[in-house]
């Protein structure tokens, strides 16, 4: 309806129709690019591309540069190269074992290698010199460990503590309410849920774009646990 009432306006402003709907066409398509899911990782793949180079030309010069080698390993990690990026960072935290990044990223590498006791040592690490670490990140990793495994109950503990740093974290909110479903907590796994459809209505845009998946999957699940 409102793009009736926009066409209107417009065909009245240009005197022309066709224009009209030749604007509200370039309008439509410029918000589907700014909101689309797809560019922003697109964008995002793109970037870590050129900085992965730049990286590794670095270390090609200073093999030593701890830095450059830590962040090789976070963006390598990130892009689920799991056996590259602990090659990195296992050469990084000897100069950066102060440093939470590297041991966050070290310990999340260990995590989906399957290295339960080492991932936890090296995250609990980073959370030790920065409790609020990435917004609470190091927990929902470690949650994820679990719910991976449909450790439902062992997960519980984790997700709470992302959502107690971060409480519109869409994707630490739906994880949580999926394991109250699993452990047959109906109540709070509705509470949860409504908590995480809530955060993503009201995320800003480029959050909206980063966590469009897990707002989706949250008002699914929502639907199923009859709270919607």
Known sequence: MRT???????????????????????????????????????????????????????????????????????????????????????????????????????GWTYLMLGNLEQGRAYIMRALELNPRFGYGEPHLRLGDYFFARGEYKEAVPHYEAFRAIYSSGVEGLYKLGECYLAIDEREKAVEILREAVAAFRNSPWYRRQQERGWGGKARRALRRAGGA
């Open 4 to 106: 009736f009432f926009l066409f209107v306006l417009l065909s009245w402003v240009t005197g022309n129709p066709i224009l009209a709907g030749a604007i509200i066409l370039l309008i439509l398509g410029g918000s589907y690019l700014l909101y689309s899911r797809r560019l922003y990782w697109f964008r995002q793949a793109w970037r870590d591309r050129g900085r992965v180079r730049e990286l590794r030309a670095e270390l090609a010069v200073n093999p030593e540069d701890a830095k450059a080698r830590s962040d090789l390993g976070a963006i390598l990690a990130r892009k689920g190269r799991f056996g590259e990026a602990l090659a990195e960072l296992e050469k990084a935290i000897k100069r950066c074992d102060d440093v939470p990044d590297t041991n966050f990223y070290l």
